[in-house]
């Protein structure tokens, strides 16, 4: 057989079921959150910090991924087996790049987020759609404004405020500078950015390994049916 054909098959099975059905649950938060389910978002309130797109986007790369593995491994279909170890490769190389990247231009990658939200800001008046990711922005980190609360004057978004204090309550549920999030928004996220950078690329590293050797299992059985394949037909 070579290379343990059954057995890498059945690795390769169980461990893309086992993706697969965290890629579901992943979109699956993405979907309750974007549909507003109280019950979910009160559970992740303070935990969830990223637009819900991503987690349904992140869920279905994984699932269509792990489909590809799944039944190319069940199947023994060299076609999919093959199409499943260039998904891998092409995510392993896409994640050691954006990891040495994180690593070597901290500071420049920085910058660049900082000049991104600044820019968004100052759309807003004259773009509805800049407006609209600004204010999520403000909603999913607690921040306010470019640096604080201050940049907008006197009226205030209702996304700026966490929760409203008594001035907003009597002035029917107007956010002010005294109920508004301290922290601004560009120095939130270089904040963000210097807490995470470093962590983020070295998990995408980590994965990346797990991956590898998962390509590896993927090509090797891949190689072990085409070569079935050739002794089926002589």
Not at 16 to 38: M, P
Not at 51 to 59: L, M, Q, T
Not at 108 to 129: M, Q, T, Y
Request: net charge neutral; proline share 2%.
């Amino acid at each position: 057989m070579g290379c343990g054909t059954s057995f890498v098959k059945y690795v390769l099975f169980f461990f893309n079921l086992v993706v697969a059905l965290f890629g579901l649950a992943v979109i699956g938060i993405g979907v309750a959150v974007l549909l507003n389910w109280s019950v979910i978002k009160q559970e992740l309130q303070g935990h969830l910090t990223v637009a819900p797109w991503v987690f349904i986007i992140i869920g279905a790369v994984m699932f269509v991924i792990a489909f590809f593995g799944c039944c190319g491994a069940i199947r023994e279909s060299h076609c999919m087996v093959v199409t499943y170890a260039i998904f891998l490769l092409v995510i392993i190389i896409v994640q050691v790049v954006l990891a040495v990247l994180m690593f070597t231009y901290a500071d420049n990658i920085k910058e660049a987020l900082v000049k991104s939200v600044n820019s968004l800001f100052d759309k807003r008046s004259i773009d509805p759609a800049a407006e609209t990711v600004f204010n999520n922005l403000q909603e999913q980190l607690n921040c306010c404004g470019k640096n604080s609360a201050s940049d907008y004057g006197l009226i205030l978004p209702k996304s700026c405020c966490s929760r409203l204090g008594t001035v907003g309550k009597i002035l029917a549920d107007q956010c002010t500078i005294a109920d508004a999030n301290s922290d601004g928004c560009s120095p939130r996220v270089a904040d963000l950015y210097e807490m995470w950078n470093k962590t983020i690329a070295g998990v995408a590293i980590g994965v990346a390994c797990v991956e590898v050797i998962g390509a590896l299992f993927a090509l090797c059985l891949a190689n072990s049916i085409r070569n079935m394949d050739r002794r089926s037909r002589y």
